[in-house]
């Protein structure tokens, strides 16, 4: 089955531009202004566009790999554990797990790299640019 | 003045002070270069390393870092389609570009030159024309600066190639109503935050940006087959780093003319080095004969954008030193700087402590040629990131990606906006739709907003008070101009 993709952007995009416009009936008056005659600005526009697209060439289903869909899981998961963990054991793990996943066949260096790399932008941050990152234990690298 | 130059010239030549003057630089570079760290949270950094100093060699050390950060945002921006700040997004344009056609090197080299003459020429300006100029700047209001945002909106027009006008209008108007986000600026009343305390102030720029580019890019890196990286990791490093004298002189109307408008918006308090590195670049593209190719890789591109951004910096110390009104907010840190050392800008500063004043001038020259020095000795190192292999790269760009925008408020909220823009930001470019203009409508919306109410405010109501200034009046025939000359121009094709 063929689906046309480009078609599908400019319908996601209606549909979100009507719910925002349904959500300015709350607003008072002044607040709801600018968004609103954007919102039909915009939606005009996307209306347009869809119409160009809806005769664009039909395409199959793009599949995702593996890869991609596993660097959106795993950034994900990488910031929510910062919280956790702290930002150096949770950066060395998150670029230790991606190093393996793009095609790294040795853990030793993976391990080296991510967990030097991580080191090094912590103390850059925190001690050179005095900008605060998560600790899992305050007062030290962790 | 000869007097004063001269002056400040005795004042600032010493040892201490060069050696500040290269370590401002030389910091700024790097703080301009990683994602995250803009040019005012650099100043803000060092401004309190600065008081055991004294009040020159601290301005000095603050200028070189000022100048450096705006130079040192085009290395990522060239290298991985990541500006370091927002100054250099429209480097981005043609700078990477540029680096998958394997020109990478010469890329940098165009964008460091074109940096060190938009700077040296808004610091000949500053020196000579300050007094004059700070006054036609104040009185610019709000009407004048709502003409202004929308004459910067009218760039998206040329911003977006001809195939895809609509979906660049598209993705401007997207980009002005998502700085509609947050409470309003007239009644605290908060608008699409879904009662998110975090999102009452907004979409942070800088998250966006690293987001729609930085993030986007790794997506790509990821989705794109290996080959592609493997040649732009081979061809640019052994490429030629400086123009020839020949393509500088081909060039010679694009830096005049770029280094101009950043002056000029330099000057216009509340205009940033964003903006005008935007504007420079559409009328380099407008006027060029090679309009175009701009967006396809040519040095052309980097060299408007480049030399448009530098020019703000002495630009914006214009209103600032003469009137105390800061022209963006890097300036407006220096502000907190020149205070903290005793020193009122104003007309009073010119009288009373001159030294400084042209001691500070003439430290931003050494400061543009530390920057040259330090950039052409970086120019055979920075391209080496390219060789790093996709698996450490990646990583190693997300990593940085989440670090400078956890470091902007110390939010998570901004980590997780990052991500939505880089996922936002992969799925339009995949179908086509500019990324660009998004930022631009990011930028100027607010300003537009902000502006347009406080003229019905101050009119009570009436619209015909943006016809009744002369600037204004000016700066709408601008607009119009430029948008039908732009439109005329892709229809015609």
């Given at each position: ?142 | ?348 500063l010119f009288t009373r402590t001159p030294h400084i004043v042209y001691g500070f001038f003439l430290s931003l020259f050494v400061a543009n040629i530390f ?123």
């Amino acid at each position: 089955m063929k689906i046309n993709l480009k078609f599908g952007v400019p319908i996601l995009f209606l549909i979100v531009e009507i719910f925002f416009f349904w959500m300015t009936f709350s607003y008072p008056a002044i607040p709801a202004f600018v968004p609103r005659r954007l919102l039909v600005f915009l939606f005009v526009v996307t209306l347009w566009i869809a119409y160009r697209e809806w005769n664009a060439d039909k395409r199959e289903i793009v599949s995702f790999n593996v890869e991609f869909i596993s660097t959106l899981v795993l950034s994900l998961v990488y910031v929510v554990l910062i919280n956790y963990v702290g930002y150096v054991i949770s950066s060395a793990l998150y670029m230790f797990a991606l190093m393996v996943l793009l095609g790294s066949r040795k853990l030793f260096m993976p391990f080296v790299i991510s967990t030097g790399f991580s080191v090094i932008l912590f103390l850059l941050f925190t001690k050179i640019l005095t900008v605060p990152l998560p600790h899992l234990i305050r007062g030290t690298l962790l | 003045m000869l007097d004063n130059i001269l002056l400040g010239f005795q004042s600032f030549i010493t040892l201490q002070n060069l050696f500040l003057i290269g370590l401002g630089t030389f910091s700024g570079i790097i703080i301009g270069a990683l994602p995250g760290l803009s040019t005012t949270m650099g100043i803000a950094l060092f401004v309190p390393l600065t008081f055991s100093m004294d009040p020159l060699s601290g301005l000095c050390m603050l200028g070189g870092l000022y100048g450096g950060s705006v130079y040192g945002g085009s290395i990522s921006a060239t290298l991985l389609r990541t500006p370091g700040t927002a100054a250099s997004c429209a480097t981005v344009l043609d700078g990477y570009e540029m680096t998958k056609n394997g020109e990478g090197a010469k890329a940098l080299g165009v964008g460091l030159i074109s940096s060190f003459i938009g700077g040296i020429f808004s610091t000949i300006i500053l020196i000579s024309i300050a007094p004059p100029l700070a006054k036609i700047a104040l009185s610019f209001g709000s009407p004048e600066y709502f003409m202004v945002a929308l004459f910067g909106l009218t760039i998206i027009i040329s911003l977006s190639n001809k195939q895809n006008l609509l979906k660049g209008i598209f993705s401007g108007a997207l980009g002005v109503f998502i700085s509609t986000i947050g409470v309003d600026v007239i009644e605290a009343f908060p608008r699409f935050t879904f009662g998110n305390i975090n999102l009452f102030d907004g979409i942070s720029l800088i998250p966006a940006l690293i987001g729609l580019f930085s993030f986007a890019q790794v997506l790509r890196l990821v989705a794109q087959n290996s080959s592609e990286q493997e040649q732009i990791n081979d061809q640019s490093i052994s490429g030629k780093i400086l123009p020839s004298m020949q393509e500088l002189s081909s060039m010679k109307k694009t830096l005049l003319r770029s280094s101009l408008i950043g002056t000029i918006v330099g000057i216009v308090p509340g205009a940033g080095a964003d903006i005008a590195s935007f504007i420079g670049y559409s009328e380099a593209k407008r006027n060029s004969k090679n309009g175009d190719s701009f967006g396809t890789g040519i040095p052309e591109g980097v060299a408007a954008s480049e030399a448009c951004n530098n020019a703000v910096v002495g630009g914006s110390l214009v209103p600032l030193l003469t009137l105390g009104v800061p022209g963006n907010s890097a300036s407006a840190v220096l502000l907190g700087g020149l205070l903290i050392h005793g020193l009122a800008p104003g007309p009073l500063l010119f009288t009373r402590t001159p030294h400084i004043v042209y001691g500070f001038f003439l430290s931003l020259f050494v400061a543009n040629i530390f920057m040259l020095i330090f950039g052409l000795l970086g120019l055979k190192v920075f391209p080496q990131v390219l060789k790093v292999p996709k698996n450490i790269l990646i990583p190693g760009i997300v990593i940085l990606s989440v670090t400078g925008s956890f470091s902007i408020q110390n939010s998570f909220m901004d980590v997780y906006l990052m991500l939505f823009f880089g996922v936002l930001g992969y799925i339009l470019e995949k179908y086509e739709y500019p990324i660009a203009p998004i930022v631009l409508g990011l930028i100027l919306g607010p300003m537009a907003e902000n502006a347009l109410w406080q003229t019905l405010i101050i009119s009570r109501g009436s619209y015909l008070i943006f016809f009744s200034r002369p600037i204004s009046l000016f700066l709408f025939a601008l607009s119009v101009a430029s948008l039908i000359y732009a439109v005329r121009t892709n229809l015609k094709s």
